[in-house]
């Protein structure tokens, strides 16, 4: 069984920093593609970064630059550091996994193991 769960969330003022991090167990493929991705209260799900099993990584515009995505495969943990967080980046932060590699990695619909989420809060 799959299991992703989720830490590091947590309240932090303007151009501060976190770190999340993304616990998979039960996941097994030679390629795959991870993802991070944030819904805010009364928007849509978006992607914010996706890493790929080749290398490829994605990234939203919006965190461009102030955004890192990255795999530790011995530890099975994937991570998003996050700097320069801005009150636009309020959201709930969600990991998800993919067997498989895709060509578009920040399109929700195709991922299908999530985590539960955890909470990141800026304040101004």
């Known amino acids: 069984q799959v299991q992703l769960v989720e830490s590091g969330g947590g309240s932090v003022q303007t151009g501060g920093s976190l770190r999340l991090s993304c616990a998979v167990s039960?996941?097994?493929?030679?390629?795959?593609?991870m993802a991070w991705f944030r819904q805010a209260p009364g928007k849509e799900r978006e992607g914010v970064a996706g890493?790929?099993?080749?290398?490829?990584?994605s990234y939203a515009d919006s965190v461009k630059g102030r955004f890192t995505i990255s795999l530790d495969n011995a530890k099975n943990t994937l991570y998003l550091e996050m700097y320069t967080l801005k009150p636009e980046d309020t959201a709930m932060y969600y990991c998800?996994?993919?067997?498989?590699?895709?060509?578009?990695?920040?399109?929700?619909?195709?991922?299908?193991?999530w985590g539960q989420g955890t909470q990141v809060t800026v304040s101004s």
């Open positions: 998800a996994v993919h067997r498989g590699l895709l060509f578009r990695l920040l399109i929700s619909d195709l991922y299908f193991h």
């Open positions: 890493i790929g099993s080749d290398g490829s990584t």
């Open positions: 039960g996941f097994t493929s030679s390629t795959y593609s």
